[in-house]
């Protein structure tokens, strides 16, 4: 019976954290389609604040519950890992959803009716308070990535070891572009470094959904 019951709670975890995981890639790649238009002028400003915002304030809880699914599903004795991995991720979480929602409900309507001052706390601007929040929000999720990689790295699943560390190595990036816009620029590999690890952890919660199946025809066959 508890092995019956380990099974199924592996199961959801591993549906919960493969589904949030797949958003995560779907929402990174909504971010950052609109962020090369947006570089490229061809969708304008305010507009392109807009498109980047949406995806983004969805992003944040997928990455979240991403992170806690890993939690449950890693060897007990590095959870240790998995755990402070979360822990920033739900710092990041919170940082720039207050953000992105303050951006979407109050400043970018204000905006598109042309009636924002320049000088409204809530701008979304190079040097401004929210990008200051946003910019830190951003190095908590690589903080988030470079911890929880720990948990992965002497087990079958390096490339989910590598693109946890490689995004989290873009720390100093997201804090620096803030002071020295020049960085926003290199950190923008964020739009390949941080796919490549959630399309690594969609593999292995297959992995984990694989063997469950497995066990849990083992189960049945008892």
């Known amino acids: 019976m508890k092995d019956a019951q380990l099974v199924m709670n592996n199961s959801a975890t591993g549906k919960v ?29 305010p507009q392109d604040l807009f498109w980047l915002f949406l995806p983004s304030l969805f992003l944040a809880p997928a990455f979240l519950i991403t992170m806690i699914s890993l939690n449950f599903l890693v060897k007990e004795q590095l959870r240790i890992w998995t755990t402070i991995g979360w822990a920033f991720a739900a710092i990041y979480c919170t ?3 207050l953000v992105y929602f303050s951006q979407l409900a109050v400043v970018l309507p204000q ?9 409204n ?13 946003d ?22 699943h ?6 946890l560390l490689l995004n ?20 923008a590999v964020w739009m390949i470094t941080f796919p490549l690890a959630m399309i690594n952890a969609i ?6 959904l694989q063997i469950v199946v497995k066990l849990n025809i083992a189960y049945e066959n008892k």
């Open 17 to 45: 954290g493969y589904w949030s995981t797949l958003l995560s890639v779907i929402f990174g790649f909504g971010y950052s389609i609109p962020q090369i238009l947006s570089t490229l002028k061809i969708i304008p400003h």
């Open 95 to 97: 940082m720039v959803t």
């Open 111 to 119: 905006q598109f009716k042309g009636v924002a001052d320049d000088k």
């Open 121 to 133: 706390l809530l701008l979304f601007e190079s040097g401004t308070f929210l990008m200051s929040v």
């Open 135 to 156: 910019c830190l929000g951003y190095f908590f999720m690589s903080l988030s990535s470079f911890f929880a990689a720990f948990a992965f790295a002497n087990s079958k």
């Open 158 to 163: 390096k490339w989910l070891y590598r693109g």
């Open 168 to 187: 989290g190595s873009l720390m100093p990036l997201l804090v620096l572009a803030f002071f020295y816009p020049v960085f926003y620029y290199i950190g």
């Open 203 to 208: 593999k292995f919660f297959i992995d984990d």
